[in-house]
């Protein structure tokens, strides 16, 4: 599978099965992206949550390419609302489609869409497709239970906020991840605008004093996993 980081909290699967998967597609207005909506396909759209900076493009992408979102029910049933196909899922819960499973998990944060509608619960998922798996945890604070999440699951890359201000900041993600335990950490929601630009090199280096290993991804960086 190939993993592609665009900046803030969007990413680009490729399934071994060819499925193209977005999450959280915030291209456009997204000043730190090298890539635009335009060019970008998806067949499925994975929203941690309903904010403007994790829809973000969602919509443009799946009008032009019948993309079926897969989000917490309450966003599902607004994505639906606006005429989009969508699997409506919740937390805790998993499904096996095509290209793998997906798995949401609790996030601590806000998610009322751009338009101020209630979106359910925000959400973290795990993506699980061939041997590996991915944990996205999506806008959060750090909670206890990310342990529990890592004794679950033996996750091989997780992305997570680093930007402080709106999530964890580089300290709480350095114990976040301490929970986890993944193979590798990935920083990411940050720099994006001013009041989240952090140093993604402060994290890597205290992450690594804590033996676990961080790739920081360039923005537009593809790597296959
Ligand atoms: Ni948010
Ligand atoms: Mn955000």
Do not use: W
């Not at 489609?97 to 806000?110: E, L, M, P, Q, S």
């Not at 991915?134 to 604070?141: K, R, S």
């Not at 993604?200 to 004093?209: H, I, Q, V």
Request: hydrophobic share 40%; with cysteine; proline share 4%.
């Amino acid at each position: 599978m190939k993993l592609k980081y665009f900046s803030h909290s969007a990413f680009q699967i490729t399934a071994d099965n060819g499925n193209v998967i977005l999450i959280d597609p915030f291209l456009d207005g997204n000043p730190t992206s090298p890539v635009k909506s335009e060019s970008v396909n998806a067949d499925y759209i994975i929203l941690t949550h309903a904010h403007g900076d994790h829809i973000g493009d969602g919509f443009k992408i799946a009008q032009r390419c019948g993309s079926t979102f897969i989000c917490v029910n309450e966003l599902a049933i607004y994505c639906q609302s606006k005429g989009f196909k969508a699997h409506n899922m919740h937390i805790g819960g998993g499904y096996n489609f095509d290209f793998g499973r997906v798995k949401f998990t609790i996030a601590h944060h806000g998610s009322m869409t751009p338009d101020g509608q209630y979106g359910g619960e925000p959400a973290g998922v795990i993506i699980s497709i061939g041997n590996k798996k991915i944990y996205h945890t999506g806008d959060t604070a750090l909670f206890y239970d990310m342990k529990l999440i890592g004794e679950t699951n033996q996750v091989d890359f997780m992305l997570l906020p680093i930007g402080d201000n709106f999530t964890m900041g580089i300290d709480d993600a350095v114990r976040a991840a301490e929970f986890v335990k993944p193979k590798t950490a990935v920083p990411i929601h940050y720099n994006t605008f001013p009041v989240i630009v952090v140093d993604p090199a402060e994290f890597k280096n205290k992450l690594e004093a804590k033996g676990i290993n961080c790739r920081i991804m360039n923005f537009g960086e593809e790597i296959v996993i």
